[in-house]
């Protein structure tokens, strides 16, 4: 095999994996739920029509969005339907790529032609990323926004404006506030929140009815979002429920999001940027109410700085359980969700267990490199007084 076989192997393995994606689409009649809901919401702008007051799909789906996303979705009224889940799936592979591409510079790699549509052709059958794909989701797009922005260097101009502009489509976002403010990165903090606030500000003239009714009413609803104890939640909320079989864990998961908010912050604080940046990500997903399976697209990053980091094995066994889909495979139909037993706890939460372990693998390396800075000084210090 010559030095240039990975050059036509990537591309082809690309493709492969497209024909396959685009083979399964055509054949399972995709729906793309939440890109009709996209469209509506567009529709309901357009035509001046109640924007939180529709339902659509045969699931019923409400928008759930903050009104700046609305704005955004204008245009898709007017796309037909096909061309809309076409635009997408296209979208949504290119965004892939670019996710690929900046999780690569993020973590120290050279994201090198071959190495991203490689790494592109599988990361498309990870679960989170299929699934974006498969319901015509925003995941992609904002995850590239958020670390794009906060992987520029320090000082670059309008830093963390792009993670307030993320944060007025999917308020999850907001998590890096607090984030920046651990860091002692005040400023960045404060362009994130005037970004958040450009969005909420424009959304408030062009839709000022839907602006209150979002932020004194819908935003609270979380059951407006869906059932927090099946599967599909892979938030600290969705596994208590489930571990505790009940459909509200209440005070018990108030406490562990708190905890787990804390420690999370504590770490973002002690660790370096890379892992810092990783730590605050898994920790706005694990507390969040709700985190859909297709919001942990952040596992393409993690999988990316396990590599960099010299961890191959790891960053493989990752990948194998954001692809294995073992959520899927436990019994999930009406509210088995509620009636699984122990054993087959841990597939059904694969995700907050991965989450919870960057926590503390995170945790534990600051701890290792304050301890050995520590010694170091103590040694410095010794060989000064002899």
């Given at each position: 095999?010559?030095?240039?076989?990975?050059?036509?192997?990537?591309?082809?393995?690309?493709g492969l994996s497209l024909a396959a994606l685009a083979a399964l689409c055509l054949t399972l009649r995709i729906p793309?739920?939440?890109?009709?809901?996209?469209?509506?919401?567009?529709?309901a702008v357009a035509h001046g029509t109640s924007l939180y007051g529709f339902t659509v799909t045969a699931w019923r789906l409400p928008a759930t969005y903050p009104p700046f996303a609305a704005l955004l979705f204008v245009p898709?009224?007017?796309?037909?339907?096909?061309?809309?889940?076409?635009a997408f799936c296209v979208g949504n592979v290119a965004l892939c790529a670019l996710l690929v591409h900046l999780s690569c510079r993020f973590a120290g790699l050279a994201p090198g032609r071959t190495v991203v549509l490689g790494a592109?052709?599988?990361g498309l059958w990870l679960e989170p990323v299929f699934q974006t794909l498969l319901f015509g989701q925003v995941n992609l797009a904002l995850a590239c926004l958020v670390l794009w922005d906060l992987s520029r260097p320090a000082g670059a101009p309008g830093k963390g404006f792009a993670v307030g502009v993320a944060a007025g489509i999917k308020l999850t976002p907001l998590f890096f506030v607090p984030h920046l403010?651990?860091?002692g990165r005040h400023r960045e903090a404060l362009t994130v929140l005037a970004g958040f606030g450009a969005t909420v500000l424009l959304g408030a003239l062009v839709l000022p009815d839907a602006s209150v009714e979002f932020f004194t009413r819908r935003l609270f609803e979380t059951g407006r979002v869906g059932k927090a104890w099946i599967v599909d939640n892979q938030s600290l909320q969705g596994l208590l429920a489930r571990l505790l079989h009940t459909t509200a864990p209440g005070p018990v998961w108030a406490l562990a999001a708190a905890a787990v908010g804390a420690a999370g912050l504590w770490t973002a604080?002690?660790?370096?940027?890379?892992?810092a940046l990783l730590v605050s990500a898994f920790t706005a997903l694990l507390i969040s109410p709700i985190s859909w399976s297709h919001h942990w697209v952040w596992c393409?990053?993690?999988?990316?700085?396990?590599?960099?980091?010299?961890?191959?094995?790891?960053?493989?066994?990752?990948?194998?359980?954001?692809?294995?889909?073992?959520?899927?495979?436990?019994?999930?139909?009406g509210d088995l969700d509620l009636r699984l037993p122990l054993w087959q706890q841990p597939l059904a939460a694969p995700y907050p267990l991965i989450g919870l372990a960057v926590l503390g693998w995170a945790a534990w390396r600051a701890r290792a490199v304050g301890v050995d800075s520590q010694l170091s000084a103590r040694s410095s210090s010794a060989s000064m007084i002899r």
């Amino acid at each position: 095999m010559t030095d240039r076989s990975p050059r036509a192997v990537a591309p082809a393995l690309l493709g492969l994996s497209l024909a396959a994606l685009a083979a399964l689409c055509l054949t399972l009649r995709i729906p793309m739920a939440d890109a009709l809901v996209y469209r509506a919401e567009g529709a309901a702008v357009a035509h001046g029509t109640s924007l939180y007051g529709f339902t659509v799909t045969a699931w019923r789906l409400p928008a759930t969005y903050p009104p700046f996303a609305a704005l955004l979705f204008v245009p898709a009224a007017y796309v037909p339907l096909a061309a809309l889940k076409a635009a997408f799936c296209v979208g949504n592979v290119a965004l892939c790529a670019l996710l690929v591409h900046l999780s690569c510079r993020f973590a120290g790699l050279a994201p090198g032609r071959t190495v991203v549509l490689g790494a592109t052709a599988l990361g498309l059958w990870l679960e989170p990323v299929f699934q974006t794909l498969l319901f015509g989701q925003v995941n992609l797009a904002l995850a590239c926004l958020v670390l794009w922005d906060l992987s520029r260097p320090a000082g670059a101009p309008g830093k963390g404006f792009a993670v307030g502009v993320a944060a007025g489509i999917k308020l999850t976002p907001l998590f890096f506030v607090p984030h920046l403010l651990v860091r002692g990165r005040h400023r960045e903090a404060l362009t994130v929140l005037a970004g958040f606030g450009a969005t909420v500000l424009l959304g408030a003239l062009v839709l000022p009815d839907a602006s209150v009714e979002f932020f004194t009413r819908r935003l609270f609803e979380t059951g407006r979002v869906g059932k927090a104890w099946i599967v599909d939640n892979q938030s600290l909320q969705g596994l208590l429920a489930r571990l505790l079989h009940t459909t509200a864990p209440g005070p018990v998961w108030a406490l562990a999001a708190a905890a787990v908010g804390a420690a999370g912050l504590w770490t973002a604080h002690r660790a370096d940027e890379r892992r810092a940046l990783l730590v605050s990500a898994f920790t706005a997903l694990l507390i969040s109410p709700i985190s859909w399976s297709h919001h942990w697209v952040w596992c393409v990053p993690l999988i990316a700085v396990l590599v960099a980091e010299g961890h191959p094995r790891t960053a493989a066994a990752t990948a194998v359980v954001f692809t294995a889909r073992s959520l899927w495979l436990v019994p999930h139909a009406g509210d088995l969700d509620l009636r699984l037993p122990l054993w087959q706890q841990p597939l059904a939460a694969p995700y907050p267990l991965i989450g919870l372990a960057v926590l503390g693998w995170a945790a534990w390396r600051a701890r290792a490199v304050g301890v050995d800075s520590q010694l170091s000084a103590r040694s410095s210090s010794a060989s000064m007084i002899r």
